[in-house]
């Protein structure tokens, strides 16, 4: 494992709302976030609500502006680099007036923290001396400004009833507004590749290495499998971009939208990854240098490093501490369980009191997306309490305004969105025109009424809690946490969860909690069943995927079978748990039965 400067963990993106403003709460204490630049009607309200709350001049950047979505973005982003930068100077000010800030910064760090250690060793004596600050000054790690883009939400637009080039796509414009920003940080891509969009990075200085090899801005890829990274890295590496970290998710134990892989589980991915960094890193720096040679651009000194990270269903300081040893990991996401921080995200009370409560049951992996996808959700969530209310009065759906998921021709000549009024009338209107059966036309408009209004339904918590006014499209709330959720049962203070982290508290009262490699296995047993039971009239290729599948699981088991014995004595506990919920999870998995015939 590389040594850790600072923290261990980071704060992955949670909806478009909900990790917004993380980096304010939590970047000078050395904790990097990752924001969602999606909507830029958000992060502009957000941008008003700060300016006004610290005094600071506003001018609105309106529709009428041309460029609007990613000027938006820039000015944002700034703005929340000027109040971290602010924040982090005031901390380390703070040493000459013996504040507490300082003490309670080091005191958030793990023990294995190289800066903890280090200004134990050189001032635990005398904290205070001029020396000290000046360390600090020099040493102090500030926790990173990230930002996420889905790569494939990007509709095309238009200005003044005309047709924009490409580069005014919605992902594009977000792309042009972080490259704009004085930001120095990462650029997560997420929801797969779009080449278009990638190929868009190379008219932007600011992603290209310099002589020492460091990059301004850095591309980070959400991955879920090895073949993926390389394939991608690959590409942008002819591009002459570097991709600096591959963030691997769990491709179902997770929060938000769920992109299940072919039965391929976490812990094989991880040990994937774990035996061919290496070979990665070496078979992509001269695709890159070749490409930087070819560009006229600068070539760095030395080959690039590559980080590898994880997240997805970690809830515990025994599976964090595992995972960081076993892959040799750069930094693990804690997403889920910070949605019972405020102090860090933004998450209004009566949400946050659903999810004090919700249990296993409460979160599902719905078909809430317009996209298409499956999506981790809260069955509770305010958005859709009265979605059979507003079907009775003939207003299902909602009115779409912002058209960020705007993707479905089934009805109309240009995209329209599943969960907007228009297409929900129209759809019910061609499902009740089928005759079908009661028992099957119920099932459809169930499926179709959970489609919502991702748009603002992930937007509205931090309207809510910095008093925006929500008028304009209502106060309910859509939250998508992962099922690790429902073992954080109440809400905590921002060191109570890192205290938790690193060992040094335990926040999970129940005992029934699995572990994340085994809750993946059965979320993926569940996710079979399911495919398996959906089919009517089999064809040999859905046969045979669903064979592909059933094979990967248990090729899965095999490997975890393995992994629990070479867990050391400190791990007992953990091997006990995983050797017995393996055997009977394989019992399981072996009797799906996969339809051969009709």
Same mark, same amino acid.
């Given at each position: 494992?590389?040594?850790?400067?600072?923290?261990?963990?980071?704060?992955?993106?949670?909806?478009?709302?909900?990790?917004?403003?993380?980096?304010?709460?939590?970047?000078?204490?050395? !904790?990097?976030?990752?924001?969602?630049?999606?909507?830029?009607?958000?992060?502009?309200?957000?941008?008003?609500?700060?300016?006004?709350?610290?005094?600071?001049?506003?001018?609105?950047?309106?529709?009428?502006?041309?460029?609007?979505?990613?000027?938006?973005?820039?000015?944002?982003?700034?703005?929340?680099?000027?109040?971290?930068?602010?924040?982090?100077?005031?901390?380390?000010?703070?040493?000459?007036? &013996?504040?507490?800030?300082?003490?309670? /910064?080091?005191?958030?760090?793990?023990?294995?923290?190289?800066?903890?250690?280090?200004?134990?060793?050189?001032?635990?004596?005398?904290?205070?001396?001029?020396?000290?600050?000046?360390?600090?000054?020099?040493?102090?790690?500030?926790?990173?400004?990230?930002?996420? !883009?889905?790569?494939?939400?990007? &509709?095309?637009?238009?200005?003044?009833?005309?047709?924009?080039?490409?580069?005014?796509?919605?992902?594009?414009?977000?792309?042009?507004?972080?490259?704009?920003?004085?930001?120095?940080?990462?650029?997560?891509?997420?929801?797969?590749?779009?080449?278009?969009?990638?190929?868009?990075?190379?008219?932007?200085?600011?992603?290209?290495?310099?002589?020492?090899? /460091?990059?301004?801005?850095?591309?980070?890829?959400?991955?879920?499998?090895?073949?993926?990274?390389?394939?991608?890295?690959?590409?942008?590496?002819?591009?002459?971009?570097?991709?600096?970290?591959?963030?691997?998710?769990?491709?179902?134990?997770?929060?938000?939208?769920?992109?299940?892989?072919?039965?391929?589980?976490?812990?094989?991915?991880?040990?994937?990854?774990?035996?061919?960094?290496?070979?990665?890193?070496?078979?992509?720096?001269?695709?890159?240098?070749?490409?930087?040679?070819?560009?006229?651009?600068?070539?760095?000194?030395?080959?690039?490093?590559?980080?590898?990270?994880?997240?997805?269903?970690?809830?515990?300081?025994?599976?964090?501490?595992?995972?960081?040893?076993?892959?040799?990991?750069?930094?693990?996401?804690?997403?889920?369980?910070?949605?019972?921080?405020?102090?860090?995200?933004?998450?209004?009370?009566?949400?946050?009191?659903?999810?004090?409560?919700?249990?296993?049951?409460?979160?599902?992996?719905?078909?809430?997306?317009?996209?298409?996808?499956?999506?981790?959700?809260?069955?509770?969530?305010?958005?859709?309490?009265?979605?059979?209310?507003?079907?009775?009065?003939?207003?299902?759906?909602?009115?779409?305004?912002?058209?960020?998921? !705007?993707?479905?021709?089934?009805?109309?000549?240009?995209?329209?969105?599943?969960?907007?009024?228009?297409?929900?009338?129209?759809?019910?209107?061609?499902?009740?025109?089928?005759?079908?059966?009661?028992?099957?036309?119920?099932?459809?408009?169930?499926?179709?009424?959970?489609?919502?209004?991702?748009?603002?339904?992930?937007?509205?918590?931090?309207?809510?809690?910095?008093?925006?006014?929500?008028?304009?499209?209502?106060?309910?709330?859509?939250?998508?946490?992962?099922?690790?959720?429902?073992?954080?049962?109440?809400?905590?203070?921002?060191?109570?969860?890192?205290?938790?982290?690193?060992?040094?508290?335990?926040?999970?009262?129940?005992?029934?909690?699995?572990?994340?490699?085994?809750?993946?296995?059965?979320?993926?047993?569940?996710?079979?069943?399911?495919?398996?039971?959906? !089919?009517?009239?089999?064809?040999?290729?859905?046969?045979?995927?669903?064979?592909?599948?059933?094979?990967?699981?248990?090729?899965?088991?095999?490997?975890?079978?393995?992994?629990?014995?070479?867990?050391?004595?400190?791990?007992?506990?953990?091997? /006990?748990?995983?050797?017995?919920?393996?055997?009977?999870?394989?019992?399981?998995?072996?009797?799906?039965?996969?339809?051969?015939?009709?």
């Amino acid at each position: 494992m590389s040594k850790i400067l600072g923290h261990s963990f980071h704060i992955p993106v949670m909806g478009t709302g909900f990790t917004v403003d993380t980096p304010v709460k939590v970047a000078h204490l050395g !904790i990097s976030s990752v924001v969602s630049i999606v909507d830029d009607v958000l992060v502009e309200k957000m941008r008003e609500m700060y300016c006004k709350k610290l005094s600071l001049p506003f001018k609105p950047i309106t529709e009428k502006t041309k460029d609007f979505r990613a000027e938006r973005i820039t000015s944002y982003l700034n703005l929340l680099d000027n109040l971290v930068k602010e924040k982090f100077e005031n901390l380390k000010e703070s040493i000459q007036d &013996k504040g507490k800030e300082i003490e309670e /910064y080091l005191d958030l760090l793990p023990d294995f923290s190289e800066v903890k250690k280090e200004f134990k060793e050189k001032f635990a004596d005398n904290p205070y001396v001029k020396e000290a600050k000046e360390w600090l000054s020099n040493n102090l790690p500030l926790g990173s400004i990230d930002v996420n !883009i889905m790569t494939k939400l990007d &509709k095309g637009n238009q200005y003044e009833g005309e047709d924009l080039p490409v580069e005014f796509n919605d992902a594009h414009a977000a792309l042009r507004g972080f490259a704009m920003s004085n930001l120095e940080s990462s650029m997560v891509l997420s929801a797969g590749m779009n080449p278009r969009l990638y190929g868009y990075l190379e008219q932007f200085d600011d992603f290209y290495p310099n002589a020492n090899g /460091y990059i301004k801005k850095k591309i980070v890829l959400k991955v879920s499998d090895y073949r993926s990274a390389l394939i991608q890295g690959r590409f942008l590496a002819k591009k002459g971009i570097w991709i600096s970290e591959y963030r691997i998710e769990s491709g179902l134990n997770c929060g938000g939208h769920a992109f299940a892989t072919d039965g391929f589980l976490m812990g094989p991915i991880l040990q994937e990854f774990k035996e061919k960094r290496d070979e990665l890193r070496d078979s992509l720096n001269p695709v890159l240098f070749d490409t930087l040679k070819e560009k006229g651009k600068t070539i760095p000194s030395e080959p690039l490093s590559i980080k590898v990270t994880a997240q997805g269903g970690v809830g515990t300081a025994e599976e964090h501490e595992f995972l960081m040893k076993q892959y040799n990991l750069d930094s693990i996401g804690w997403g889920s369980p910070f949605l019972m921080v405020p102090e860090a995200c933004d998450v209004d009370d009566k949400t946050l009191s659903l999810l004090e409560k919700a249990d296993e049951e409460d979160l599902s992996l719905s078909h809430a997306s317009p996209l298409g996808v499956r999506f981790n959700n809260l069955n509770s969530n305010t958005r859709d309490a009265d979605v059979w209310d507003r079907l009775k009065q003939n207003k299902p759906g909602s009115p779409c305004t912002k058209r960020y998921m !705007i993707a479905n021709t089934e009805f109309t000549k240009e995209p329209i969105c599943t969960a907007s009024r228009q297409y929900q009338k129209l759809k019910l209107a061609h499902l009740r025109e089928q005759n079908l059966p009661k028992e099957e036309l119920e099932k459809e408009i169930n499926l179709l009424l959970q489609k919502t209004c991702l748009c603002k339904g992930l937007s509205t918590a931090s309207y809510l809690v910095n008093d925006i006014d929500t008028n304009k499209d209502g106060d309910g709330v859509s939250i998508c946490p992962g099922p690790n959720l429902a073992y954080f049962t109440k809400k905590v203070k921002l060191k109570e969860m890192i205290d938790h982290i690193y060992n040094r508290t335990n926040l999970i009262e129940r005992k029934d909690r699995p572990h994340m490699f085994i809750k993946e296995l059965n979320l993926y047993y569940d996710y079979l069943k399911e495919q398996v039971s959906e !089919i009517k009239n089999p064809i040999p290729k859905q046969i045979k995927s669903l064979e592909g599948f059933k094979k990967n699981l248990l090729s899965g088991v095999d490997y975890y079978k393995g992994l629990s014995q070479k867990f050391s004595d400190k791990y007992n506990d953990m091997k /006990y748990q995983v050797s017995k919920d393996l055997e009977k999870l394989e019992g399981e998995i072996k009797s799906i039965l996969i339809k051969t015939e009709s």
